[in-house]
Antibody, heavy 120, light 113 residues
Framework: QVQLQQSGPGLVKPSQTLSLTCAISGDSVSTDKAAWNWIRQSPSRGLEWLGRTYYRSTWHNDYAISVRSRIIIGPDTSNNQFSLHLNSVTPDDTAIYYC??????????WGQGALVTVSS | DIVMTQSPDSLAVSLGERATINCKSS????????????LAWYQQRPGQPPKLLISWASTRHSGVPDRFSGSGSGTDFSLTIDSLQAADVAVYYCQQYYTTPFTFGPGTKVDIK
């Protein structure tokens, strides 16, 4: 059974960097059969896919164009986890952030979600 | 980006009756080389993350009751809940994984009448 445990601050000031971590149990971040995603949800944007990291002989990333200039998603193989860094945040980045596994591109396991508020 | 739309926005159904939710994609999500539709359905109860119900337009995920079924192909899809139960009160989303960025529909809220 795969479990994803999210951690990170719930409040970030405007212009700063939002950083979240997702610890994986029951699978490996280095598997060549899955990818590791970040998805957020807000009343204004609905469910919005932000990007993913995955290993297929080497590490790859895909990012949504809307955040491509501000986002980094990366693996931490030593701790079997992956992270999200979103810089230059504004109040529009306030949302519930989910880490999600995709297997064969289907989102089958989700973290519990973390509300991140951008406010001074 | 592929835009996903859903109808209706919300519906109320009596316990034991059928609920049908429609989903439309702005372009086909049918991959011709393998004849598979890259379309999934999720259920989200209040305070919880979305839960995968159906992938490949019609394949129920492990543990999903058989009263949930998916159909459709190309750009038009449906999720049907037969014999609605109280536990089915939730928001339902369709999502395409044909191409990045993966995109979701706006959701359909299902309530008990």
């Amino acid at each position: 059974q795969v479990q994803l445990q999210q951690s990170g601050p719930g409040l970030v000031k405007p212009s700063q960097t939002l950083s979240l971590t997702c610890a994986i149990s029951g699978d490996s971040v280095s598997t060549d059969k899955a990818a590791w995603n970040w998805i957020r949800q807000s009343p204004s944007r609905g469910l919005e896919w932000l990007g993913r990291t995955y290993y297929r002989s080497t590490w790859h990333n895909d990012y949504a164009i809307s955040v491509r200039s501000r986002i980094i998603i990366g693996p931490d193989t030593s701790n079997n986890q992956f992270s999200l860094h979103l810089n230059s945040v504004t109040p529009d980045d306030t949302a519930i952030y989910y880490c999600v596994r995709d297997y064969d591109q289907v989102f089958d396991y989700w973290g519990q979600g973390a509300l991140v508020t951008v406010s001074s | 980006d592929i835009v996903m739309t859903q109808s209706p926005d919300s519906l109320a159904v009596s316990l034991g009756e059928r609920a049908t939710i429609n989903c439309k994609s702005s372009q086909s999500v049918l991959y011709s080389s393998n004849n598979r539709n890259y379309l999934a359905w999720y259920q989200q109860r209040p305070g919880q993350p979305p839960k995968l119900l159906i992938s490949w337009a019609s394949t129920r995920h492990s543990g999903v009751p058989d009263r949930f079924s998916g159909s459709g192909s190309g750009t038009d899809f449906s999720l049907t809940i037969d014999s609605l139960q109280a536990a089915d009160v939730a928001v339902y989303y369709c999502q395409q994984y044909y191409t990045t960025p993966f995109t979701f529909g706006p959701g359909t809220k299902v309530d008990i009448k």
